[in-house]
């Protein structure tokens, strides 16, 4: 769907369509064009809603993209796709991280 995104050299607000997959996010000038840029999901690490209006910041390992939905509706249906495609990711590394050593008053 059709988001604001910051970015430039002068920081302006840009409208880009933006489609997001389990595999990464594209985005472009129109729904026809060809994409200009795509950001991977394996290098997305969070998502953050901003204080006030409909304002989200996609944190990558890379740079933080800030987007500005139409509206506080669709700001929360992009923040809650966001974290369906980050949160199973961080939740599979999580499970395959070693677990401790018990501590040294654990029942032995």
Request: some cysteine; glycine content about 6%; aromatic content about 8%.
């Amino acid at each position: 769907g059709f988001m604001k995104k910051r970015g430039g050299p002068l920081k302006r607000w840009k409208t880009r369509f933006f489609r997001l997959t389990t595999v990464s996010l594209s985005y472009r000038a129109e729904v026809s064009k060809p994409a200009i840029g795509t950001i991977a999901v394996a290098d997305m690490l969070d998502v953050v809603k901003a204080k006030t209006g409909p304002v989200i910041t996609l944190v990558t390992n890379k740079k933080s993209y800030p987007l500005k939905a139409n509206n506080m509706g669709e700001c929360e249906t992009w923040l809650l796709a966001f974290r369906s495609v980050i949160q199973p990711r961080s939740d599979a590394a999580a499970a395959a991280a070693p677990a401790s050593a018990p501590g040294p008053d654990a029942p032995k």
